[in-house]
């Protein structure tokens, strides 16, 4: 996972595959809305890994967003400028975001979202998990291991951005359930472990002995609030924590016990999304090539690429499998 890190920071702004263009027959970019962080690292390098860029069929820049809705903006202008087949699309914005599908759209170039959501009617399809679900199941084991009583508090995503919203939307699901349950504090740390730390130190300063359960609504978020939690002497295991993603650091942590993780599969909503602006570019004459059509089934059936929406399941990372998902990570 090191040397994955390292080879996308190296890559700075943009990341390109290259192709010759004797091979090249499609020209694909892929826009995060950035790249700093483990899960969109991943995310990333499974576009890279999608059979029709490894054969050279398919010529793929991924840019960096810098979780900045105008740099995507300028980004969508610089791909239509250079006439790109297909635009694969995971808006740090649900609004702001429209504007560079709207530009795409005018240019006649599909634009298949990933990941996260934007309120458009003009993506040709979307391939992502449902986010209202894993805010849900994140804060029902939180409150379930605390016995639907006591204090908790909430680090949320990026404000504005679809997946802050959904998760935020199925915490609250899973908080009215609990009516004895208080959230002492509720606020963005922008999917930042950092962030996210900082936060944490200020509440544990502010409620002395006070908090039972930290919601994350990822697991950067839930691996900051640990370190807070143990650099001020606590017992980290004395809290129930959650966080989603299943990222590398949050797997380990789950291991030892520490936190609950939901595994987001990064693998399958990138390739699945490059999958589609094959398909999409190619105006239907495509059979898809990743293999997690296969791996997920009658769970998420192709369709003949008909469909406007591919949702990817949810993996509650547990003792039984957390050891299989570390290994993937080699």
Same mark, same amino acid.
């Given at each position: ?92 914005? &649900?609004? @702001?975001?429209?504007?560079? /599908?709207?530009?795409?759209?005018? #240019? !006649? %170039?599909?634009? =298949?979202?990933?990941?996260? *959501? ?110 807070? &939690?143990? @650099?001020?002497?606590?017992? /980290?295991?004395?809290?129930?924590? #959650? !966080? %989603?993603?299943? =990222?590398?650091?949050?797997? *380990? ?78």
């Amino acid at each position: 996972m090191k040397k994955l890190a390292l080879a996308l920071v190296a890559a700075t702004a943009l990341l390109a595959v290259p192709a010759t263009a004797q091979t090249a027959k499609l020209k694909i970019g892929a826009a995060p809305y950035g790249l700093n962080a483990e899960f969109m690292q991943i995310w990333s390098a499974a576009l890279q890994q999608h059979p029709a860029v490894k054969n050279g069929d398919v010529e793929l820049t991924v840019f960096d967003g810098r979780y900045d809705a105008l740099v995507q903006n300028d980004q969508f202008k610089s791909m239509v400028t250079q006439k790109f087949d297909a635009i694969i699309f995971v808006p740090i914005d &649900i609004d @702001a975001g429209a504007t560079g /599908v709207q530009t795409a759209h005018d #240019a !006649g %170039i599909p634009v =298949i979202g990933s990941n996260t *959501r934007v309120n458009s009617d003009l993506l040709s399809a979307y391939v992502g998990s449902d986010d209202t679900v894993s805010g849900y199941m994140e804060a029902k084991i939180v409150l379930d291991k605390i016995g639907c009583k006591g204090n908790v508090v909430i680090i949320e995503g990026p404000i504005g951005q679809s997946a802050q919203i959904q998760r935020l939307e199925g915490n609250k699901k899973a908080l009215a359930e609990c009516p004895d349950v208080k959230v002492l504090e509720d606020q963005t740390a922008n999917w930042s472990r950092a962030e996210a730390q900082k936060l944490m130190e200020n509440w544990l300063t502010a409620h002395p002995g006070q908090i039972q359960g930290v919601i994350g609504q990822n697991d950067e978020m839930a691996l900051g609030a640990i370190e807070a &939690i143990k @650099a001020a002497g606590n017992d /980290v295991k004395s809290f129930a924590i #959650a !966080g %989603i993603d299943g =990222i590398t650091d949050g797997l *380990r942590a789950a291991k030892a016990g520490e936190m609950t993780s939901i595994l987001q599969d990064a693998t399958a909503q990138a390739q699945g999304a490059m999958d589609l602006a094959i398909f999409y570019a190619k105006k239907g004459d495509y059979k898809p090539e990743s293999d997690i059509w296969a791996k997920y089934g009658k769970d998420m059936p192709w369709n003949d690429g008909k469909d406007k929406e591919y949702n990817v399941p949810w993996t509650p990372v547990t003792a039984e499998n957390v050891d299989a998902l570390l290994a993937t990570r080699q």
